[in-house]
C-alpha cells in the first residue's frame, strides 16, 4: 500500500470516529475514495454497539493496538478496520512488508532480509538480462532512462504479447522461473538461521489481531503488552461486492486467547522446493499445527518484477 492510500485509510478511520461521535462532516471527507466504507462500518458498529461515547482515533499511536477506541454501556471496545474494494479473500490474511519476518526479529542476529538477499544474487540485473533477449521492444520503452521502469515496462510488453510470440513467452518464463528458484534459495537459507520463538508468536498474535502496519508491528514486536489488551479488540472488515459494502466482523481477541492457549510455543517450517513457509503451533505432547502460511510473492506484473511482499494465509480459523 502506497503513502496516499495509506493517508486515505487513515482519514477514512478518523470519518468512523466522526460519525460515532455524530459530529459534522467535512467536504473532503465525502470526497474520501473509502468514505462508503466508512459510513456502513460506522451504522454497523452503532448497530452492534449501544450509547457510545469518548470515541477517538488511535492510528498515529504505534504502541496502541487498534485504529478506534469507543465507550459503550460503561465498557472500553477497540476496533481494527479493514477496508478493500475487493470481495473478502477466502483464507486470505494479510499482506504485509517483503522484509517483515526479519524486520519482526523472527531469527537472531544479522540475518538478511529477502530484499537483501536478492540484492546479493542482483537479482534486477539478471531480470533484466534475460528480458534484454527480446530485441523487438517499441523505442517509447527504449528510451525510458530510469532503470526499474525501463525493466517493468519490457515485462509489461512481453506479458502482453507472450500468448502470441514464442520469444517472449520464454523469457517471461525465465524470469518466472529463476525467480521462484531464488524464493527457493531464501527460503533454505532461513531455515538454517535460528529462530525466537518469543517474537515469532508475538508476530502470530499482531496478524491474528490484524494489526499488519509496519510501523506499528516493530513498535510492538518486543513486549507482551499488546496481548494483555488485546482481549477488547474487534476487527471490522469492509469488502465491496457487487456495487455493496459488505460489513463483517471477528473477535480476533477471543480467538487470539484460543490459539496461545494451546500451543507451548511457536515456530517457522520450511519445506523443500516450495516459496512458502509455514508458521506451526506445537502443543504440549509436541502435536505440531499450521496456523499461518507466509508466501514471498510480487503483486504486480509477474513474479519476480515489481512490488515484492508477503501474502499471508489462514491455516487456523477452521481449528478454533
Known amino acids: ?57 488511535l492510528g498515529n499511536d504505534y504502541m496502541t493496538i487498534g485504529d478506534i477506541f469507543f465507550v459503550s454501556n460503561g465498557h472500553e471496545v ?14 486470505t490474511k494479510a499482506n504485509i512488508s517483503q522484509n517483515a519476518l526479519t524486520e519482526n526479529k523472527l531469527f537472531e542476529g544479522g540475518v538478511d532480509s529477502w530484499s537483501e538477499f536478492r540484492d546479493k544474487k542482483k537479482h534486477d540485473l539478471w531480470v533484466m538480462k534475460y528480458l534484454d533477449e527480446f530485441k523487438q521492444y517499441p523505442k517509447k520503452i527504449m528510451d525510458i532512462e530510469n532503470f526499474q521502469k525501463n525493466k517493468e515496462e519490457k515485462a509489461r510488453y512481453l506479458r502482453k504479447i507472450k500468448i502470441k510470440d514464442k520469444t517472449a513467452a520464454k523469457i517471461f518464463d525465465n524470469v518466472q522461473k529463476r525467480d521462484r528458484e531464488e524464493k527457493e534459495e ?9 529462530q525466537v520463538p518469543e517474537n515469532i508468536r508475538r508476530f502470530l498474535s499482531l496478524i491474528v489481531l490484524g494489526i499488519h502496519k509496519k510501523e506499528k508491528m516493530s513498535a510492538l514486536i518486543d513486549s507482551d503488552a499488546f496481548i494483555k489488551k488485546a482481549q477488547k479488540l474487534i476487527l471490522y472488515y469492509g469488502n465491496l461486492s457487487s456495487g455493496e459494502i ?18 507451548k510455543y511457536f515456530k517457522i517450517n520450511v519445506s523443500l522446493d516450495i516459496t512458502h513457509c509455514k508458521l506451526m503451533g506445537v502443543d504440549n505432547k509436541k502435536n505440531i499445527t499450521p496456523l499461518l502460511q507466509i508466501v514471498l510473492h510480487w503483486k504486480n506484473i509477474a513474479q519476480g518484477i515489481k512490488t515484492p511482499c508477503l501474502n499471508i494465509f489462514d491455516l487456523y480459523s477452521k481449528s478454533f
Open 78 to 91: 477497540i476496533i481494527e478496520v479493514k477496508m478493500s474494494d475487493k470481495k473478502s479473500g477466502l483464507g
Open 246 to 263: 459488505i460489513v463483517s466482523t471477528q473477535d480476533v481477541g477471543s480467538s487470539l486467547e484460543k490459539i496461545l492457549s494451546k500451543f
Open 1 to 57: 500500500m502506497g503513502k496516499h492510500e495509506r493517508e486515505l485509510i487513515e482519514e477514512a478511520e478518523k470519518i468512523i470516529v466522526k460519525l460515532l461521535n455524530d459530529k459534522n462532516l467535512s467536504k473532503n471527507d465525502l470526497k474520501n475514495h473509502w468514505f462508503k466504507h466508512a459510513e456502513v462500518i460506522a451504522q454497523q458498529i452503532k448497530k452492534d454497539y449501544s450509547n457510545i461515547t469518548h470515541a477517538k482515533h
Open 186 to 194: 531464501y527460503l533454505l537459507y532461513l531455515s538454517k538461521q535460528k
